[in-house]
Structures are given as C-alpha cells and as structure tokens.
C-alpha cells in the first residue's frame, strides 16, 4: 500500500486555495526564487510571460490572509502545499507593486512599438485615401454611372449629381442590370481603363487594411493606459530600491522609463495627429467623424 502524504494545516478556503494552486503552478519557477528575485528587483531573468503575472497579482494574499498565514511562519511544515508556497509572498513587502514593475519591464518596449505602429498605421492611411489618384479614378466613375442611372446624363451639369454618400458604395453590388450588377461595371471598366489599376490601388492604399481594424477611442484609450502605467512603474521604481544593487538596477530601469516618457510623448502626438487626420479624411469623403 502507498501511504499518503498528510495534507497539512488548511488556512486558505477551498476554492482560494485552488485558484492560488492553479497559478503558482504556471510559474516557471519556485515562489521562493521568484520573490528573491522581486525583493531585490531582479527583472533581467525575462522567464515570468507578462500575462501570468496578471494572473499572479490578482490571486496574491489579501491582508487578512496574510495575517493568518504569518501566525504559521514558525512552522512552515505543518502547513499545506499551497500555504507553504504562497508564503513568500507573505514576507514580501509591496508584492503587487513590484510584479507591476516586473512585468512593465518585460513589457515596455513592445508595447510602445506596438502603439506607435497602430498610430502611424492611421495616419497614413488617412493620408492615402485623400491622396490616392486610383481611389479618385474609381470615385469618378462611380459618379458619373450615378448620374446616367438617375438622370441619364453622361456628363456633369447642371441638376446632375457632383458628389455622393461614401456610404452610398454599398449599393453597387445591390443595383443590377440583368445579370450585372454596377459593382461588376465598376470593376470591368477600371480594369479596362488599366490592366494593373488593382495593383496600383492596393499600393496607394497598404496602410489601409490595418488601419480600417482600429477605433480612434481604444486607440487612445491603449495609449493613456500606457502613459499612466509608465509613470506609475516610475514613482514605484524609485520608492521601492532599498539596497545599493536594487537601486543600481532601478537606475537602468529609470533610464528606460525616462527614453519612454520622451518617447511617450511623441507617441502621444503621433496617435493625435493620426485621429485628426482620420477626422480630415473623413470630412474628404463628407462623412461625419
């Protein structure tokens, strides 16, 4: 027979305690090497996947938790395995504060890279539509068959139509003439004008296709969140170094953070002049932002 092994003192509720389980057991390492690492803000080891710190700063010990758990320092052993590892924590002052700071570090430089390509992605893409003489050409075609299919004329003048509804366009595939819709007039005639005009269009538009995935609020939204992490992770940086190697790493750190709130600021601008420009297209093409 094999004996078991005793479960040990329960000072977590059951399902807490399960939750915490479920999440140390994603670490790549021991909760005692972890926290070594956090107390002495060691953050150059990079193994911890930012959203497993997440997950591990939303099951930390509570206060009361931690005060139940510390009357049982003295006898670690007695404890259940899940107790004896999330002890640590336990004895680690500011433990969410410093995770934070761990995952920013692991974090940073790729979110910022990030922001600032979505940014420019808009803008750019807000210039093309303005700019591109194929998207003009098509505008043009699809104004004069307008005018042919409700006045009969092929030619601009006067009681004719000189401008449309972007959003309009949805109806060329919905307008048909037998078989044919205007979608497919549209089509064959552009390529008849030009052999290689779908090629052409695509290169005056390539920001295009990513820019049309964003939306101006969460993009803005990402970018403040981002602004108030960086200082936040700043403030925190400098209060928690209390040895001479803690701070000799938070002064790296500070460095970056420093680089990032210069170039934060240009993110900042950039995201900005990405949603004017989107708002100017916009107005180009008489649709309201």
């Known amino acids: 027979t094999v004996t078991q092994r005793p479960a040990g003192l329960t000072v977590l509720d059951g399902p807490r305690a399960q939750n915490i389980a479920i999440v140390l057991s994603k670490l790549p390492c021991s909760s005692e090497k972890l926290c070594d690492r956090l107390r002495h803000l060691d953050f150059s080891d990079g193994e911890l996947l930012a959203d497993n710190i997440e997950l591990l700063i939303d099951v930390l010990p509570t206060p009361a938790e931690i005060e139940k758990l510390l009357r049982h320092s ?3 052993d007695q404890l259940r395995d899940v107790e004896q590892k999330v002890m640590p924590f336990c004895t680690l002052p500011q433990s969410a504060a410093r995770l934070r700071l761990m995952k920013l570090a692991a974090t940073h430089s790729a979110t910022h890279a990030n922001l600032m390509r979505r940014s420019c992605a808009v803008f750019h893409a807000a210039q093309e539509v303005c700019e591109s003489r194929p998207l003009r050409m098509a505008m043009g075609v699809v104004l004069r068959v307008g005018n042919f299919i409700n006045h009969g004329a092929k030619d601009l003048r006067e009681g004719t139509f000189r401008s449309f509804g ?18 497919h007039f549209l089509c064959l005639t552009l390529r008849l004008s030009d052999a290689s005009y779908l090629a052409v269009l695509r290169a005056s538009l390539q920001h295009v296709p990513e820019a049309a995935k964003e939306q101006s ?4 939204g990402s970018v403040d969140a981002f602004s108030k992490e960086v200082n936040l992770a700043r403030r925190e940086a400098e209060r928690l170094a209390s040895d001479e190697v803690s701070k000799d790493r938070m002064s790296a750190l500070i460095s970056d953070l420093d680089r990032e ?5 240009e993110l ?3 995201m900005q002049e990405a949603l004017e420009a989107g708002a100017k297209a916009q107005q180009y093409f008489s649709v309201s932002p």
């Open 74 to 76: 003295d006898a670690l």
């Open 166 to 183: 972007i959003e309009s366009l949805s109806t060329l595939s919905s307008f048909k003439t037998g078989s044919l819709s205007t979608m």
């Open 217 to 220: 609020l969460v993009l803005k």
């Open 261 to 265: 709130e210069a170039e934060l600021t």
């Open 268 to 270: 900042t601008a950039k």
